[in-house]
């Protein structure tokens, strides 16, 4: 009896002996576990749809004054041709040196003065009728819109337009002319043209054809800056169907620096309407620019005149033109709705220079321009003062100058 008291008493201590070390090891592996299995990650809240943002188109667009060709233009450029054994002419010596300025855009627009054609026979002042190849020249320099609004376009009668327009229509598609309608009933036949996104619509109108009328059994007519309500009707159609209105008008006084009041009007009309920018050429010298406000608060710029672009003429001031250039920029809203607005306007001045007796005549960035050639401009024959010092003056005194890029 006393043997099982004591072997019962050894067991109650074991037991209270190993209860402890069970509980810890319990406890171990309990950890162990808890170790073991991470706390379960939450499920992951739905990201939020972000807002739709709006997107912004631009094109770089640029616009030249009056291409107006001579007689020894083309009659340097058909010696070229045949001292490199070609047919024709060659008008690249013409433009080399402002290639590489105009390949920086993606719309180069230009005021063709005369009439280019494969047809007839060339000629000068005061008739204008100019080799196709020059055409294809300004094309191969990057021109893709061509103004034929101005006074020379009925120099040679309905034989010339219907010459010309054959010209134009030969040229690869994304060559654009604007400006000569066949008929009324051709007036709502806008012509626009999307670059980057953006529809751009251009018009073109001319103050006066020298006298000259609508030639008879013509198969185009222009448009005359008078006829205020067929213009007033293009711009506001053009406005319905296209995000941008280029207009370009061929107005004001030959060779004066300062525009009329009636160039001043005409453009506040125009911008009422719906224009988005006033391109002026015509009076061979170069004029002011400007903001103005339109009747629905938008800012329209106008370029009253860019003077000329290659010529022959004899004056000083004849010789001093700007490339108009500026960035066009659409918004377009998440809802579909869109602005377009013009942005950044400059006036980039540019030479027309020859030597001795009209010789080497070709286009010039005025940046570009050095004292030396300008000391070698045979225009100073009859203009001593001819210099990069007068070329800056004129510009100073007749363009703001926070629109020059000098």
Not at 119 to 147: H, K
Not at 376 to 397: A, K, M, Q
Request: aromatic share 10%; proline share 5%.
């Amino acid at each position: 009896m006393k043997k099982r008291l004591i072997v019962l008493v050894l067991a109650i201590l074991a037991l209270l002996m190993i209860v402890p070390l069970l509980d810890s090891a319990v406890d171990s592996v309990r950890d162990a576990a808890s170790q073991a299995q991470p706390d379960p990650t939450p499920a992951p809240s739905p990201s939020p749809t972000p807002e739709p943002m709006p997107t912004v188109s631009t094109v770089c667009f640029s616009a030249t004054g009056d291409n107006l060709i001579h007689t020894g233009i083309y009659n340097q450029a058909a010696r070229r041709a045949q001292a490199e054994g070609k047919e024709g002419y060659d008008f690249s010596f013409c433009y080399d040196a402002v290639r590489d300025f105009y390949a920086g855009f993606d719309v180069n627009w230009i005021n063709q003065e005369t009439l280019v054609n494969d047809e007839l026979e060339p000629s000068s002042y005061p008739c204008f009728s100019t080799p196709g190849d020059m055409g294809r020249e300004l094309y191969d320099t990057g021109f893709r819109v061509f103004s034929l609004a101005n006074n020379h376009t009925y120099d040679k009668g309905a034989e010339g337009i219907a010459a010309t327009r054959r010209f134009w229509s030969s040229l690869p598609e994304d060559a654009v002319t604007c400006g000569l309608y066949a008929g009324e009933e051709d007036y709502d036949n806008i012509v626009i043209r999307e670059t980057n996104g953006i529809r751009i619509a251009y018009l073109s109108y001319t103050e006066f054809t020298n006298g000259i009328p609508t030639p008879s059994g013509a198969e185009a007519n222009l448009i005359y800056t008078s006829q205020t309500d067929v213009i007033q009707h293009q711009i506001e159609l053009a406005r319905q169907q296209a995000d941008f209105v280029v207009v370009g008008v061929h107005w004001g006084v030959e060779g004066s620096h300062k525009a009329t009041d009636a160039q001043r009007a005409l453009a506040q009309q125009m911008a009422d309407w719906g224009a988005g920018v006033v391109i002026g050429t015509h009076p061979h010298v170069v004029q002011d620019a400007q903001w103005l406000t339109a009747a629905d608060g938008r800012q329209v710029f106008v370029a009253y005149s860019l003077g000329n672009f290659l010529n022959a003429q004899s004056t000083a001031d004849t010789m001093i033109g700007a490339v108009l250039s500026f960035t066009l920029e659409k918004t377009t809203q998440p809802d579909g709705s869109s602005e377009t607005v013009l942005k950044d306007p400059m006036l980039h001045p540019t030479v027309n220079h020859y030597g001795q007796n009209y010789s080497q005549i070709r286009i010039y960035l005025y940046k570009d321009y050095t004292d030396e050639l300008a000391q070698s401009h045979g225009v100073r024959e009859n203009f001593p003062d001819f210099s990069r010092s007068y070329i800056e003056s004129v510009l100073r005194n007749n363009i703001d100058n926070q629109f020059l890029d000098l």
